[in-house]
Every structure is written in structure tokens, then in C-alpha cells.
């Protein structure tokens, strides 16, 4: 289980969004940039914009804006950075030309996000 409630949160919210394919990997003892990344694929651009739209909104309702966000427009690959925690939504055809789970191979995977990932 994730330690961080921000994980939860953005798992939960990509969930209910239609997301797949989620990945939680723990990278805090491999790099710094932050303690988690959440990886997960959407099945159009469209739907990957509107994703990171809905986790702005929840996170913002909760007093959580982003650090940085890019790839919005393009909605290919948008990542939103709330400090300890980096989303990733990538379109399927992206996420299997970037493969950042076996550049970040090293990471722990995490289960027990909601719905057994």
C-alpha cells in the first residue's frame, strides 16, 4: 500500500476515469526527482487530457496544485508533478515507445492501490 495519500488519490481518480494499465512505482531510493510515479495509459488523446483534468480538479479541491505540468495540449504524454508523486499518462503508443517501467526497472512496484495493481 502506498504510503503517500497523494498516490490514492490521483490511483483512484484515473481509475474512476477509465484509466489502464496503472503502475505505481516507488522510486525514492533511486532518484530524487520524487518518491512515486504513477504510470498509466489512456486510449486517445482525448482521453488522456481529460484524465489529467479530472486529477487537477480533485487535487485542486483538495488545495494541491502542480509543481509543473506539460503535455497537455498534445495529450500523447502528460505528466503532472505534485512534488512527491509524478503522474504519467501516456497514450498506449507512447507508454510502449518510452517503456519508462523498465527504464525505471529498479523500482518497486507497489500493489494494493485499489483494485489489486
Excluded: C
Amino acid at each position: 500500500m502506498a504510503q503517500d495519500p497523494i498516490v490514492e488519490l490521483i490511483s483512484n481518480t484515473i481509475l474512476e476515469e477509465k484509466a489502464e494499465d496503472l503502475t505505481v512505482l516507488d522510486v525514492a531510493k533511486i532518484t530524487i526527482l520524487a518518491d512515486y510515479f504513477i504510470i498509466a495509459s489512456g486510449k486517445s488523446t482525448l482521453h488522456v487530457r481529460s484524465m489529467a483534468e479530472q486529477v487537477e480538479k480533485v487535487l485542486k479541491e483538495k488545495g494541491l496544485e502542480p509543481l509543473r505540468k506539460e503535455g497537455q495540449q498534445e495529450g500523447k504524454w502528460v505528466i503532472l508533478d505534485y512534488n512527491s508523486v509524478i503522474l504519467h499518462l501516456f497514450r498506449q503508443e507512447e507508454r510502449e515507445y518510452y517503456k519508462l517501467e523498465d527504464l525505471w526497472g529498479d523500482a518497486r512496484k507497489l500493489t494494493g492501490v485499489r483494485s489489486g495493481i
